[in-house]
C-alpha cells in the first residue's frame, strides 16, 4: 500500500523565516505534486516534479524531488503572512494514475 | 487551464435522503473522473475512479451501494450519495483527468452537511 507522510503536520513560523516541509512516499512514483488549499477552498496547483533531482522554484516558495529517498521538499524562503494554508503533497501511481495524498501541513506565518 | 466545475458548492440535506453532487469538464472531454471526500483538517481521500461508460471502481472500504457515481458523458460525472446520513457530512472533490500526461484538474468542491 502507498504511503504518504508529510512532516510537520502542523507549522507555526515568524514572517521572514525559513522553513522546509517534508514529504516521504512509500513505493514507486512516476510524479510527485505539490498543493496548496485555503480554508474552505479547493486545490490549488503549486508544482509537479517529475524526475528525481528535479527543483522548481515559485516566489518564496521551491519544490524538489529526490527519487531514490523517496523524498520531496517544499522549502519557504522569508515568509510572509499570505503563505498561510495547508500543503498537500500528492504521489501519483504507475498505471492507474491515481493520486494519493500526504497528510498535509497547516502552516500559519505569523505577522 | 482546464475548469472543473461542481454542483452545487454547498447542499445541507436531512438524514435518510439522497443527494446528488454534479462534476463537470467544462473546455475538454474525461473518460476518467475521480471522486474524493476530506474530512474537516484531513487529507484528500480516494473513494472511486470514474469511467466514462462502464461502472465505476472503488477504493477499498468505500461501499459502492451509498455512493453512486455514473459518468454518462465525457463531461459529466455525477456522485449521488444515497440514505445520507450526518457521518457523510464532508468535503467532496472531484477530478477530471485529461491529456496524454493523464494529469488530474480538481474542482472546487461541494461541502455536504446532513442533518
Known amino acids: 500500500e502507498l504511503k504518504v507522510e508529510q512532516n510537520p503536520l502542523f507549522l507555526s513560523m515568524q514572517e521572514g523565516k525559513n522553513y522546509t516541509i517534508y514529504c516521504n512516499y512509500s513505493?514507486?512514483?512516476?510524479?510527485l505534486y505539490w498543493y496548496r488549499q485555503d480554508p474552505g477552498k479547493s486545490l490549488e496547483s503549486l508544482f509537479v516534479?517529475?524526475?528525481?533531482?528535479a527543483v522548481k522554484q515559485e516566489g518564496r516558495l521551491m519544490a524538489s524531488l529526490d527519487t531514490k529517498a523517496r523524498l520531496s521538499t517544499l522549502h519557504i524562503t522569508a515568509a510572509v503572512h499570505d503563505l498561510s494554508a495547508t500543503y498537500f503533497c500528492?504521489?501519483?501511481?504507475?498505471?492507474?494514475?491515481?493520486?494519493?495524498f500526504g497528510t498535509g501541513t497547516r502552516l500559519k506565518v505569523l505577522a | 487551464g482546464a475548469v472543473v466545475s461542481q454542483h452545487p458548492s454547498r447542499v445541507i440535506c436531512k438524514s435518510g435522503t439522497s443527494v446528488k453532487i454534479e462534476c463537470r469538464s467544462l473546455?475538454?472531454?474525461?473518460?476518467?473522473m475521480f471522486w474524493y471526500r476530506q474530512f474537516p483538517k484531513k487529507s484528500l481521500m480516494l473513494m472511486a475512479t470514474?469511467?466514462?461508460?462502464?461502472?465505476?471502481?472503488?477504493e477499498q472500504g468505500v461501499e459502492k451501494d451509498k455512493f453512486l457515481i455514473n459518468h454518462a458523458s465525457l463531461t459529466l460525472s455525477t456522485l449521488t450519495v444515497t440514505s445520507a446520513h450526518p457521518e457523510d457530512s464532508s468535503f467532496y472533490i472531484c477530478?477530471?483527468?485529461?491529456?496524454?500526461?493523464?494529469?488530474?484538474?480538481f474542482g472546487p468542491g461541494t461541502r455536504l452537511t446532513v442533518t
Open positions: 500528492a504521489v501519483r501511481t504507475s498505471g492507474t494514475y491515481k493520486y494519493i
Open positions: 513505493t514507486t512514483s512516476d510524479r
Open positions: 516534479l517529475l524526475s528525481n533531482g
Open positions: 473546455d475538454f472531454q474525461a473518460t476518467t
Open positions: 470514474s469511467n466514462e461508460g462502464s461502472k465505476a471502481t472503488y
Open positions: 477530478s477530471s483527468q485529461r491529456g496524454p500526461e493523464n494529469e488530474q484538474y
